[in-house]
């Protein structure tokens, strides 16, 4: 009677396991494989979220030349969403190495569009927003292409080891000094953006008073300033441009901007150089061990 029992139990354990299994006929089917659940990386929330942030900056350098408000509303919302995509990224389990590429490119992108935009702004500063180009993609560049090479494509380009640089470990293992950093050093270019829409103190001879003209000025609202179009031969020109920004905001919010986020700005550039120098060296090291292995280099005969 145990032994019918114990069958019978046996019998009904299987069956259970087979309706679990999706198979109704008293069987176990072994012979297919569990399917795998098809994924679109490209679909993801936060790749969502960084294409938002492209369509925005576009956006914002569409209105960049002449409105100064409509453009940095844009540009900023487009920066804010850099934090998002991090946090749903890790809520949602969608950290990508796509993603995260993504999101740097982007960055880089849309500050070096706003600098390109600064150095026909402030002709006088040019070589500074254009070394500033440059020393953002090359350090950027790098220290990607020194973390895949030394330690793996598995490696993110945020783990920094505390023994190659303490500056860089806590740049980017703690959020809040990642983000006032970002933020600010983003925030310091704005504000020099709106300085040019309101600041002809510091703008070229352009606005400087006409020599022997007494009453007569280039200044923008003065009754005898002469039409543009007599002036330019493009309404899109330079010199046109600058004529239309001259004075159409007020410069003390943006001053305080500037002197606020100057100092995060120019320490942003110091880890900028940082990383540039240790990023370097790093590779170097792994040339020097690469040569080693190979026997290199050779005594001479």
Known sequence: MNGVRTRKQAKEAEELKATANGNGNGKVDYSHPNTEVSEN????????????????AVASLYYMPLHPRTCSILYSVSCLLDVMDGVAARHFH???R????LDMVTDRCTTACLLVFLSSAWPRWALLFQGLISLDLASHYVHMYATLAMAGSGQSHKNVDESRSKLLHLYYTNKIVLFVFCALNELFFIAVYLLSFSSPILSPSLLQPIPNSPG??????NPSHP?????FASPYSAGALELARAN????FWPWVIAGVSFPIMAGKQ????????KASKWLAEGDIEMRRAQGLPRERK
């Open 216 to 221: 007569s000025s280039a200044q923008p609202g």
């Open 270 to 277: 110091i880890l900028n150089v940082i990383q540039l120098v």
């Open 227 to 231: 039409a543009p179009s007599t002036l």
């Open 98 to 101: 796509f993603g995260a590429v």
């Open 94 to 96: 969608q950290s990508t």
């Open 248 to 251: 159409k905001m007020d410069s």
């Open 41 to 56: 990386i490209f679909l993801f929330y936060p790749n969502i979220i960084g294409y938002s942030r492209i369509i925005l």
